[in-house]
């Protein structure tokens, strides 16, 4: 059944190839961004031109009041979200002790509060309907840490037990909970990253090469399909066995 999915900072990198995917399988996509609107609106148009339905929608999701306002955007045109997918994120790398208090709140604000605006505006719709799914996008990072990068660490770490954590109590109304965690992938996140440094992760992963983020839109889309109906609350890592 086509369903209507709700994709956070969906206008580059894992979050654009999860909106194409969903787009392929015949979903409607809601492409949320927050800075890259030419990008978000050159997907919708590819999107669109191979028959899709798609939408972008301008929201920084640390903000409830434009969180709101894009569901009602997105409500208004294609009916309640039936898949919320949290992608949008932010990774920050610096020693933890020149870290700022206001960069350790504004990484917070986009990686789990954002999360927790989506989620619970999603979820007034999907309890009232009594089925529904959410795919939170953590990292490797939320599961083992990372040095320099401890702010990101503990806010992927708090993605994961927010997944946990809502699967229990929302599973009694047939909403599913699911994390996934990434390892290393080819997006702009990793801009800052040098070359050798970007060989190095290559070579430390078993499958000897850096992830795509196709990689990971073909375990969100597992994730909301029904081949996962018994799924929640679980943490998948698609990471070529950097992290088992
Ligand atoms: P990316 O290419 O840098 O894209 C980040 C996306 O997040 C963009 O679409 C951006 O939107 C959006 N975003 C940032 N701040 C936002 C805000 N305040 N409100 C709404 N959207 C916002 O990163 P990516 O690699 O695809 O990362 C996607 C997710 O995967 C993130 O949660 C990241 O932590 C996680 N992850 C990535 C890796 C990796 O190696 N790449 C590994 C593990 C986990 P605009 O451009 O429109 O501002």
Same mark, same amino acid.
């Given at each position: 059944?086509?369903?209507?999915?709700?994709?956070?900072?969906?206008?580059?990198?894992?979050?654009?190839?999860?909106?194409?995917?969903?787009?392929?399988?015949?979903?409607?996509?809601?492409?949320?961004?927050?800075?890259?609107?030419?990008?978000?609106?050159?997907?919708?148009?590819?999107?669109?031109?191979?028959?899709?339905?798609?939408?972008?929608?301008?929201?920084?999701?640390?903000?409830?009041? +434009?969180?709101?306002?894009?569901?009602?955007?997105?409500?208004?045109?294609?009916?309640?979200?039936?898949?919320?997918?949290?992608?949008?994120?932010?990774? +920050?790398?610096?020693?933890?002790?020149?870290?700022?208090?206001?960069?350790?709140?504004?990484?917070?604000?986009?990686?789990?509060?954002?999360?927790?605006?989506?989620?619970?505006?999603?979820?007034?719709?999907?309890?009232?309907?009594?089925?529904?799914?959410?795919?939170?996008?953590?990292?490797?990072?939320?599961?083992?840490?990372?040095?320099?990068?401890?702010?990101?660490?503990?806010?992927?770490?708090?993605?994961?037990?927010?997944?946990?954590?809502?699967?229990?109590?929302?599973?009694?109304?047939?909403?599913?909970?699911?994390?996934?965690?990434?390892?290393?992938?080819?997006?702009?996140?990793?801009?800052?990253?040098?070359?050798?440094?970007?060989?190095?992760?290559?070579?430390?992963?078993?499958?000897?090469?850096?992830?795509?983020?196709?990689?990971?839109?073909?375990?969100?889309?597992?994730?909301?399909?029904?081949?996962?109906?018994?799924?929640?609350?679980?943490?998948?890592?698609?990471?070529?066995?950097?992290?088992?």
């Amino acid at each position: 059944m086509e369903k209507t999915v709700l994709i956070t900072g969906a206008s580059r990198g894992i979050g654009a190839a999860c909106a194409r995917r969903f787009a392929e399988a015949g979903d409607r996509v809601v492409i949320n961004y927050h800075t890259s609107r030419k990008a978000a609106e050159s997907l919708v148009a590819s999107l669109t031109a191979g028959g899709a339905q798609a939408l972008a929608v301008c929201a920084d999701v640390a903000d409830r009041a +434009q969180v709101d306002a894009m569901f009602d955007e997105a409500e208004r045109i294609f009916g309640g979200v039936d898949v919320l997918v949290n992608n949008a994120g932010v990774a +920050q790398q610096k020693l933890f002790t020149d870290v700022t208090p206001a960069e350790w709140d504004a990484l917070f604000g986009v990686n789990i509060t954002g999360m927790f605006h989506c989620c619970q505006r999603a979820l007034a719709h999907m309890i009232h309907q009594k089925r529904g799914c959410i795919v939170n996008v953590s990292s490797i990072w939320g599961m083992v840490g990372a040095s320099c990068e401890v702010a990101y660490s503990a806010s992927k770490a708090a993605v994961i037990g927010l997944t946990k954590a809502l699967a229990k109590e929302v599973g009694p109304s047939g909403i599913r909970v699911n994390c996934v965690a990434p390892g290393v992938i080819q997006t702009d996140m990793l801009g800052e990253l040098a070359p050798e440094t970007l060989s190095a992760l290559a070579e430390e992963t078993p499958l000897g090469v850096l992830g795509s983020p196709d990689d990971i839109a073909g375990t969100v889309c597992f994730l909301a399909s029904d081949a996962a109906a018994f799924l929640t609350g679980q943490v998948i890592s698609p990471n070529g066995g950097f992290v088992i």
